[in-house]
Every structure is written in C-alpha cells, then in structure tokens.
C-alpha cells in the first residue's frame, strides 16, 4: 500500500512570494490533515478535511494561508505572502476512521525556507 | 483542551543502556495516547498507541510505554538502546471522538552514542 505523497520535499522562497504543497493521502482516507512543524516544536494543526469539507481551520492564518481538497483527494496548501515565521516543516497525514484509535499516517514534509 | 508536556528535550545515552522518555499529559475529557518518532528529513512513524485495556503496551524497535491515570503520564521505555535509535520522539494524544487531531509535545531528541 503506498503512503502518503508530498511534493516538494524542499522549498527555498523569499519573504513576501508564494508558494504551493501538494498532498495525496493514502487511497480511501477520506479525513486529511495539514500540520506545521516548526524547528524545535511538535506539530501543530492547520487544517483538517473530511472529505473535500473543511472539519476544522480554527489554527489557520487565513490572511496568508489557504487550503483545499478538490474532488475529496489530493490537497493542495498555500502561503501568500510568505513570512520569515512561515519557516518550517509542513506535514500532511491522512486517516481512514474506521475503528479506535483512528491512527493518522504521515508524509514526508515539505521543508520550506524563507529567506 | 488538551497539552501535553515532554519533560526532556534532549537525552543523551550510551549503546545497550536503558532509556525513559518521560511524557505527561493533561485533558478533561478521555484521550488516546502516542509515540511518534521521527528520524532525520523524514514524516512520523508511530511507535505505539494506548486505547484502553492493560497500562502497559509494546510498540515496534522494542519500545514499550506505560499509561498512568492518575500521575496522567505515559513514559516511553526501551531496556536495551541501539545507535539506530538516534531521533526526535513525539509523544501525542487525541480526544476519542473519531478524526480529532493530535496534539503533540514539543519532542525529545535521543541521541545514542557507541
């Protein structure tokens, strides 16, 4: 069974451009969630799907950050502008919810850099 | 809400010692409990998971951790640690309502020296 996909792996940006992360959950997760890693801290959510309905964006800087889930798969995030605070890991995990404990899969991040 | 709290960022150990990796948790409704590792430039792996049931439960790479209600602590243990073992540990927890996100301490840096 594949895992979950992210692309880039690494990003390197200038302060105020934007840039874009893809995610493809593991196939037949219908939940998926963004997390920010910063260097030095646990992950910390951003976003959470369910389906392509957004769950919950309570932590989301919606002035720079956007999220979607087109079609119920593939999810794309973005940052526009980018900030010099924006740098960190960006995780993507993906869950099925079926029974306890509701295990979350994980990506291997986008690190991204902003000079 | 729910926190929780890695009391250690950084364990240093020798080969073939034992390690704790202590974890305390605080939430007022019920959670499930986890350990995550993380080795370098890549996602996180589950070590282990706590439902319910016995407080003492096996994970994979021979770790165990212990769930304690009432000091609200769960402990990561390995008896006997590897080089392989060099990492960051997350411990994590979420509420039991199904497709909660998880809340995660600020992690643990291993480092296993020959």
């Known amino acids: 069974e594949a895992g979950v996909a992210q692309s880039p792996r690494y990003k390197i940006i200038e302060k105020r451009q934007s840039v874009a992360f893809w995610c493809n959950p593991i196939?037949?997760?219908?939940?998926l969630y963004w997390y920010q890693q910063i260097l030095g801290q646990g992950p910390k959510l951003l976003i959470q799907f369910q389906n392509n309905g957004v769950v919950d964006d309570s932590q989301l800087p919606k002035d720079r950050f956007s999220a979607e889930r087109l079609k119920g798969v593939d999810s794309t995030l973005k940052i526009q502008p980018a900030k010099l605070e924006d740098s960190a890991v960006y995780l993507c995990?993906?869950?099925?919810?079926?029974?306890?404990?509701?295990?979350?899969?994980f990506g291997p991040g986008t690190r991204l850099t902003v000079t | 809400a729910q926190s929780v709290t890695q009391l250690d960022s950084q364990v240093p150990v020798f080969e073939e010692a034992p390690v704790e990796l202590r974890c305390n948790y605080s939430?007022?409704?019920?959670?499930?409990l986890f350990w995550y590792v993380q080795y370098p430039n890549q996602g996180l792996q589950l070590l282990l998971k706590y439902l319910s049931g016995s407080t003492l439960v096996k994970g994979i790479n021979g770790f165990e951790a212990e769930f304690n209600k009432s000091q609200t602590s769960f402990h990561l243990r390995k008896p006997s640690v590897h080089i392989s073992d060099t990492a960051e540990y997350f411990c994590a927890v979420s509420e039991i309502r199904a497709g909660t996100a998880l809340i995660f301490g600020k992690g643990t840096t291993l480092s296993v020296s020959s």
């Open positions: 196939s037949g997760h219908a939940t």
């Open positions: 995990a993906s869950s099925l919810l079926v029974q306890p404990p509701y295990e979350q899969y």
């Open positions: 939430s007022s409704v019920s959670v499930y």
